[in-house]
């Protein structure tokens, strides 16, 4: 059955490692029948959220930015992956304030039933995502009935563009085939 993929690539350089982890998850996913959409948080105007709440209320982020429909299409995915860069053992801070930013999710109607993260970093040691990791599933343990399905991790990736000839990115293919 096909499903609709959202894709939130969260680095903000050109020519970005996590970002080509994104689309070549996208390729695997359209490969196989979905429908994908990628969303880069480049070039977007995205503020901090503000922790007024409001969004619990009337079911939508007062702040009128970019945010917002990045939320919607994130309520309309069965499918969410983010790819980020890793900082500081941690998910970037632009993820952690798209997914603060996306808080009206938890009182609207969304669909996903499946998180993938998909993240690259400069050293490759097993530990290096686990931060970014944590953080996803305390977000996808707020979603009832939503699973966080896999990781995808490619360390020794520093510069724009070292991750063109990596395994990682016939893996995040096949991951996005088989989403
Ligand atoms: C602010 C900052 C913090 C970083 N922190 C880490 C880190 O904790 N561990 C690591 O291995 N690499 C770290 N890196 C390196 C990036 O994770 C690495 O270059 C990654 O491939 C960037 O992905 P991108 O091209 O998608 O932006 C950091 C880079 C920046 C700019």
Redesign the pocket.
């Known amino acids: 059955m096909s499903k609709k993929i959202c894709i939130v690539s969260t680095?903000?350089?050109a020519?970005?490692?996590?970002?080509?982890l994104a689309s070549a998850f996208a390729e695997g996913a359209r490969a196989a029948g979905h429908d994908v959409q990628v969303v880069s948080l480049a070039g977007k105007n995205i503020a901090f959220c503000r922790g007024c709440l409001a969004c619990q209320k009337i079911g939508r982020c007062v702040i009128n930015d970019d945010a917002n429909a990045i939320t919607d299409a994130l309520e309309q995915a069965d499918v969410v992956v983010w790819?980020?860069?890793?900082?500081?053992?941690?998910m970037?801070g632009q993820m952690k304030t798209m997914i603060d930013r996306a808080n009206s999710l938890y009182c609207r109607p969304y669909r996903f039933g499946k998180v993938y993260l998909l993240a690259?970093?400069?050293?490759d040691e097993l530990y290096?995502p686990e931060g970014a990791q944590k953080g996803v599933q305390g977000w996808v343990d707020c979603f009832e009935g939503v699973q966080f399905a896999d990781t995808l991790f490619v360390?020794g990736?520093?510069?724009?563009g070292?991750?063109e000839d990596n395994e990682g990115l016939a893996k995040a293919y096949l991951l996005g085939q088989n989403v």
């Open positions: 680095s903000l350089r020519n970005s490692n996590s970002a080509r790819a980020t860069p890793i900082y500081y053992y941690e970037s690259t970093a400069t050293e290096v360390g990736v520093t510069a724009p070292d991750i």
